[in-house]
Nanobody
Framework: QLHLVESGGGFVQPGGSLTLSCTASELNLNGLAIGWFRQALGKEREGVSCITSYDDSTVYADSVKGRFTISRDHSKNTVYLQMNNLKADDTGVYYC????????????WGQGTQVTVSS
């Protein structure tokens, strides 16, 4: 079973930055679309960003456009989510997902990493 591993979460003050990483040892992520979701306490899970498998095109939720950047390092089999100018509303558990070509929904999920933005 594929295990996605997220890292990089933590506590940061508003306006600060964090970089999340997503990697997997059992599978080449370069052939998969990788996404980031988040879920705040008491709220529904929402999609944050994704990067395609074929040309590394990126998509962002309106709430993070201009502040978050998703990228892929093919040599390290790792996808990153650079988060700048963080706000309290960005607080939540962030999940990395991987989707095979043609999948409508993620095929694999990580266990999540907590991001807390607070003064």
């Amino acid at each position: 079973q594929l295990h996605l591993v997220e890292s990089g979460g933590g506590f940061v003050q508003p306006g600060g930055s964090l970089t999340l990483s997503c990697t997997a040892s059992e599978l080449n992520l370069n052939g998969l679309a990788i996404g980031w979701f988040r879920q705040a306490l008491g709220k529904e899970r929402e999609g944050v960003s994704c990067i395609t498998s074929y040309d590394d095109s990126t998509v962002y939720a309106d709430s993070v456009k201009g502040r978050f950047t998703i990228s892929r390092d093919h040599s390290k089999n790792t996808v990153y989510l650079q988060m700048n100018n963080l706000k309290a509303d960005d607080t939540g558990v962030y999940y990395c997902t991987a989707s095979k070509i043609g999948s409508r929904n993620p095929d694999y999920w990580g266990q999540g990493t907590q991001v807390t933005v607070s003064s």
